[in-house]
């Protein structure tokens, strides 16, 4: 059985054919899905999926590609949107400092800190993207300390997650953890502790092998399953049940 940490099913890459995708999941073994927002029009449709679908909870967030949108009026919306009962969690937020295009420094943790605020208040758990800017992440979720969440795709070293951890945050493991290039995942998948780690698809993107380069689907995660149990040296059952109880603890879930 799967729970899948991450997805973003409001991308128009399900855009043909969503229905039929997510009314297949429950019989691949997917019991739940938390659909991310990316963009205030993402986070309202995600709400909207969560509505629709029974096994779909939702988190409403601006990520900081679109940063420059955050502002006192996107706030009060994200605030709106999160009194639907199934949203779960702020996200997905952050700090993105991979692409050039993306807004400027200050912007994005302009926007970081306004939505930490926002999870804060609302005492809602919070799902982090952070690429190529660990430090800046860490040291806004530092300023949070009543704030928990999940580090998603997770992509730091070993250190760094041992940092997160210690802040309380749980740790998501993506496709990525299936190529053949990503030791370094396979290291910190190693040293999280079994009642800390989740998986997600993050899909359309990061299919896991042997996939890789698909549209993703919740539930490919069992290629991921595969793999962490792997290299933790437990069984696949254990991974499954331990992932399922994290998540549905974050989001407290209760059935
Ligand atoms: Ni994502």
Redesign the pocket.
């Known amino acids: 059985m799967i729970f899948d940490s991450?997805a973003?099913y409001d991308d128009e890459a399900f855009d043909k054919d969503r229905e039929k995708v997510l009314n297949g999941l429950n019989d691949k073994g997917v019991i739940g899905v938390l659909n991310?927002g990316?963009s205030l029009e993402g986070a309202r449709m995600s709400v909207e999926l969560s509505s629709k679908y029974d096994f779909i909870y939702s988190a409403v967030g601006v990520?900081p590609e679109y940063a420059n949108i955050v502002n006192e009026k996107t706030i009060n919306e994200l605030r709106d949107l999160a009194s639907y009962p199934k949203v779960r969690a702020i996200g997905?937020i952050g700090l993105d400092y991979h692409n050039d295009e993306n807004p400027d420094r200050e912007i994005q943790m302009n926007a970081f800190r306004l939505q930490m605020g926002l999870a804060k208040e609302l005492k809602l758990p919070v799902v982090i993207?952070d690429r190529d800017a660990h430090k800046d992440t860490l040291d806004i979720l530092k300023e949070f300390p009543e704030v928990i969440g999940t580090v998603?795709?997770f992509s730091g070293s070993v250190e760094f997650a041992r940092e997160c951890l210690k802040l309380g945050y749980y740790i998501g493991f993506t496709g990525v953890i299936t190529f053949k290039n990503a030791k370094k995942t396979s290291e910190v998948a190693k040293i999280v502790p079994m009642d800390r780690i989740l998986v997600e698809t993050?899909c359309p993107?990061m299919a896991p092998e042997p996939n890789r380069g698909k549209r993703n689907q919740s539930d490919y995660i069992k290629y991921i399953i595969e793999k962490i149990s792997e290299v933790k040296g437990k069984s696949i059952e254990e991974i499954e049940n331990s992932t399922i109880f994290n998540i549905k603890h974050l989001l407290k879930i209760n059935r």
């Open positions: 991450h973003h991310c990316a990520h997905e993207h998603h795709c993050d993107y």
